[in-house]
């Protein structure tokens, strides 16, 4: 294998100096005449800081006194704050910025980011003096019509996105998507009169840009990707981009967008990672999405052309492109999955992506894996059994450390740890109960995993302790990680209030026969519960020795139905009663989602017991 050569050496070929010493390896202990890090012109080392994180850059200041320093001169945890601030606005009130470094006390920045991640984890643990404050549709971003209700929502820094649809079955099924600004607590845009459910939404704040997928009915069209702007404009729909295939339509089957990313040495404002199936084949695209002005003169080469409303467009091979100031799509990777695989779940950053594979219908007995991939030279790096069959997978998450891995949880509450780079399974650790719904969701908690994962009417959260290894002997075994239950919050308490509301959105159109969904769910159980007995009766006491086999194809498919009678009786029970539908969390919130379109908030930094119990203190 090659091996890369060491700063000195790349700095020395690049000022064409004669190199005598012999090729370094990085992986090497430093030698006589190596160049370290204190070396380095404080203007690089400045470099190098910015991109560390703060737990990495508190384990390097302890190393010298001059490390000390030059951190301090740096004002790397000054700029932590700025970052933390920009990225989680509503921490604002806790932080002054105004304040000077030697007002702040004897750890200055440092002591205020430290002492706030403490007082957030404190708010968060399991204890009787803090407890959340939490509210049912009080907030500003609950506001919703009468014959509508709130399906879906997401939630990242300073935007809260609500999409809301019909609100029993007899409305029309118009969408809409809403964007609230948690500064001012005000809309400040609203995308309404879709006829396609957004699905997979995902934004960028920075780039003040929103992608979501638009399902096709018609089997030989490909799925749509739209494209509006975040915030308020008088034209906010920007493109519609067609993921354009051979043989049926692409299916578009999970949707992640990240800021700032690097193909190589080219930084990317925004790319969309866009998993996709058609004609029985699985691909990976990574597209590049940029704001851009389109005119004649600056795109020459398509035939521009005029619609009925005046407006002028260029045709594409993936959709019309409108004059103005648009946004650019550029495929800068693509990756084959060489299995008839549909792929689910995915995560990506500058260096891995991952993504798991769901069993298509027509192959209901393969198993889960999890494929990882390479971004560097965009390939697929390892391919590993990651589930058994049936169980789906809810949430994944990177997390970058020494060394990298990837946590994921699924349907069979087993939550696992994948190390990247060597391709195996680090864990396999049960959660505190059974989950058997999607709201699942994985937060970074100033370096800590952190995880919020449902039932139908409780969240439960919890962390994984990192790093991995606490010797350098436990890395030859496989090990179980250090998993601390933080707290549950639930919705029962709330829950006798929405069945009213639930029924009332169940209810037929008028014209179709009532039919009671307790009745229908008792007969489909019945039904279930026949089949299993049939079963049952062929596998107990085998007369014949040569029945062996036999009896354990019929054990096998008695396991099989006695899974899904399991799966269908929570899934019917949860779409009948009232039951959580999906959940988001910051550092100080958790949002919980209802079928019935409630939203309740979990507050942990606003309840009136947490600030009486620190005056006391």
Not at 27 to 53: F, K, M, R, S, Y
Not at 482 to 495: A, D, K, M
Request: charged share 25%.
């Amino acid at each position: 294998m090659a091996r890369r050569i060491s700063f000195k050496q790349q700095l020395l070929f690049r000022t064409s100096m004669d190199v005598d010493a012999p090729i370094g390896n990085p992986e090497d202990p430093p030698g006589d005449g190596d160049t370290n890090i204190q070396q380095l012109p404080e203007d690089c080392l400045g470099l190098i800081l910015d991109l560390l994180d703060p737990v990495t850059v508190a384990t390097l200041e302890k190393t010298s006194r001059h490390m000390y320093s030059l951190i301090q001169t740096h004002q790397y945890w000054r700029r932590a704050l700025k970052k933390l601030v920009l990225k989680h606005p509503y921490l604002g009130h806790k932080i002054d910025m105004e304040t000077e470094e030697e007002d702040l006390g004897k750890e200055g920045c440092k002591g205020v980011y430290k002492n706030l991640a403490k007082e957030l984890n404190l708010f968060w643990k399991k204890n009787e003096k803090f407890k959340p404050l939490t509210m049912r549709n009080d907030q500003y971003f609950c506001e919703k019509d009468e014959r509508q209700k709130i399906v879906s929502m997401k939630v990242t820094g300073n935007y809260f996105i609500t999409v809301l649809g019909p609100r029993t079955r007899s409305d029309l099924a118009v969408y809409s998507l809403r964007v609230f600004d948690r500064n001012t607590k005000k809309k400040i845009n609203e995308i309404s009169n879709l006829i396609d459910k957004p699905e997979y939404l995902a934004f960028s704040p920075k780039y003040n840009i929103m992608v979501a997928k638009s399902h096709e009915t018609c089997p030989s069209m490909p799925d749509t990707l739209n494209i509006w702007t975040l915030e308020f404009q008088s034209d906010p729909f920007l493109r519609a981009y067609h993921l354009k295939s051979s043989g049926l339509g692409a299916r578009c089957t999970a949707l992640v967008l990240k800021e700032d990313i690097f193909f190589g040495s080219l930084k990317k404002d925004c790319v969309v990672m866009c998993p996709t199936r058609y004609n029985n084949k699985s691909v990976v695209r990574f597209l590049a999405l940029t704001r851009a002005s389109f005119c004649p003169d600056s795109f020459p080469a398509g035939a521009w052309k005029t619609d009925s409303a005046g407006d002028r467009f260029v045709k594409t091979n993936n959709g019309l492109i409108y004059e103005g100031h648009k946004v650019a799509v550029e495929e800068v990777g693509r990756v084959h999955i060489p299995h008839l695989v549909q792929l689910g779940v995915a995560d990506f950053t500058d260096k891995w992506a991952i993504l798991f594979s769901e069993a298509p219908k027509e192959l209901p007995d393969r198993n889960i894996h999890l494929i990882v991939l390479d971004m560097a030279n965009m390939s697929i790096r390892h391919i590993l059994k990651a589930y058994e069959p049936r169980i789906a997978v809810y949430g994944a998450s990177l997390h970058q450390q020494e060394p990298d891995v990837a946590v994921a949880v699924g349907k069979d509450g087993y939550l696992k740890v994948f190390d990247l780079d060597t391709g195996r399974e680090l864990t396999n650790q049960r959660v505190p109960k059974p989950m058997a719904r999607t709201n699942t969701t994985i937060i970074d908690f100033f370096g800590t995993t952190r995880f919020m994962l449902g039932s139908i009417t409780d969240i439960h959260v919890f962390d994984l302790q990192f790093p991995l290894y606490p010797n350098p002997e436990a890395k030859l075994d496989r090990i179980e990680r250090r998993r601390e239950h933080i707290r549950t919050v639930s919705i029962y308490g709330e829950v006798w209030d929405m069945v009213e509301e639930r029924n009332i959105q169940l209810a037929p159109p008028p014209g179709v026969h009532i039919l009671d969904p307790l009745m229908q769910l008792q007969q489909n159980l019945a039904a279930l519960n026949q089949v299993n007995q049939a079963i049952e009766a062929n596998i107990v006491r085998p007369e014949l020795p040569e029945e062996a086999d036999r009896v354990e194809q019929l054990m096998v498919e008695f396991r099989a139905v006695q899974q899904r009678i399991h799966d269908l009786n929570q899934e019917m029970e949860a779409r009948i009663s009232v039951a959580i539908e999906a959940v988001a969390a910051d550092l100080s919130h958790i949002f919980v989602l209802t079928n019935t379109g409630d939203i309740m908030t979990f507050d942990f930094c606003e309840s009136s017991p947490i600030d009486e119990s620190i005056g006391e203190d």
